[in-house]
């Protein structure tokens, strides 16, 4: 509770790290993503598992729902691919082939028709409505662990393993100036509400604005 600052209930169910947590956009479940290789759909009120999906991935790092909850987008390692599954059921609709590499990030735009991935020094971009690769942003050249989309989705902010981040122009798929330059590993990185602040968080122990 964030007024209270306690801890009003734990959901037990993964046997690995738990590795990245999403809200459903209408609030009523949390997905969860686990290295131990499955993904969670929980209820939020009862706090009871709704949907465990065994991904295929060695890992999970990273699980998603589009934003009109119809979709979950999973990435990890091993099978190392993200894939697609329908929220419901869990059916899987595609994947999306990395060749051996890990997907350690995913964002969806806001209106949905794109999903972004991060891997090693690549961030690929796929058109929803057919899943074929349309875009691919090269520059870092280490893992890529976080991606961030400003309010506008028009500016994407992407952080990795080799000490920078990198901002880039999503109506033309080139960079934004030169790279941040940060004196350790970035792991993550977000927007102000307004998009014209980033903040990011570095292995250094600090974030910076």
């Not at 090269?138 to 992407?158: K, P, Q, T, Y």
Request: glycine content about 8%; overall charge negative.
């Amino acid at each position: 509770d964030i007024e209270t600052e306690k801890v009003v209930a734990r959901w037990t169910g993964h046997i690995g790290t738990v590795s990245s947590v999403c809200w459903s956009a209408d609030g009523n479940r949390v997905l969860s993503a686990s290295r131990d290789g499955t993904a969670r759909v929980w209820d939020v009120k009862s706090g009871e598992t709704i949907m465990e999906i065994q991904t295929g991935h060695e890992s999970v790092w990273v699980a998603i729902y589009s934003p009109n909850n119809t979709q979950i987008a999973t990435g990890g390692f091993n099978q190392n691919a993200a894939k697609i599954r329908d929220a419901k059921t869990g059916k899987l609709l595609a994947t999306l082939e990395y060749n051996n590499y890990i997907v350690c990030s995913l964002a969806w735009t806001s209106d949905g028709k794109k999903l972004i991935s991060g891997s090693f020094g690549l961030i690929r971009l796929f058109d929803t409505a057919t899943w074929e690769q349309i875009a691919v942003l090269e520059g870092h050249i280490d893992f890529v662990n976080a991606i961030a989309l400003s309010c506008s989705n028009r500016l994407l902010a992407s952080a990795s393993d080799d000490k920078t981040v990198r901002l880039w122009n999503l109506d033309t798929n080139l960079p934004v100036g030169p790279s941040i330059q940060h004196d350790d590993m970035v792991q993550c990185a977000a927007f102000s509400a307004d998009g014209k602040v980033l903040v990011t968080g570095s292995n250094d122990t600090n974030a910076y604005t």
